[in-house]
């Protein structure tokens, strides 16, 4: 009966939790030109297994350690500056810019990164002061997922 038990948590050890989440901004138009550095937080939740997302605060933390997998898109007006920063714990991992151009009536920008994370470390993506996004659609998301734990 031990072997049995100590079979099943070591089986249970090596299992990997179901963590992904996708969300997008859904706020009727456009939204930025702030005068400071905004975490952005997608509003409408699409998806969110193992609630490490929080749709309120836009942030997710990690609820095991592991290798996680993030993307971040936007969609803006063609005269509109597009920045938006992917952080880790307040470092910046990733980034998508866009210059204005009154060539072109609209712009989409994406990026992606794996991540090793420990458990209670925060990902979030934030708009840079002076940039704005189109916040309504389905055309600004983030999303993320645990790969394998660690």
């Known amino acids: 009966m031990k072997e049995i038990n100590a079979l099943k ?3 249970e050890a090596r299992e990997v939790p179901k963590v992904a989440f996708s969300a ?11 005068t400071e550095d905004t975490t952005l937080t997608y509003n409408a939740v699409i ?3 193992g609630n490490a ?3 309120a605060t836009g942030i ?8 996680y997998y993030f993307t971040f898109f936007a969609h803006g007006g063609g005269a509109d500056r597009i920045r938006l920063q992917l952080k880790k714990d307040g470092t910046v991992v990733s980034d998508i810019h866009d210059h204005p151009s009154n060539a072109d009536s609209a712009d989409n920008a994406g990026n992606a990164v794996f991540l090793e994370l ?5 990902v979030y993506v934030t708009i840079v002061a002076n940039s704005a996004v189109w916040a309504d659609g389905y055309t600004t998301t983030f999303s993320g997922a645990l790969l394998s734990k660690s």
């Open 24 to 34: 997008r901004m859904s706020r009727g138009g456009a939204y930025g030109y702030l």
């Open 118 to 122: 420990l458990q209670g470390n925060q």
């Open 60 to 67: 997710f933390t990690a609820p095991v350690n592991g290798l």
């Open 9 to 11: 948590e070591a089986m």
């Open 53 to 55: 997302y929080n749709s």
């Open 47 to 49: 998806t969110n297994l």
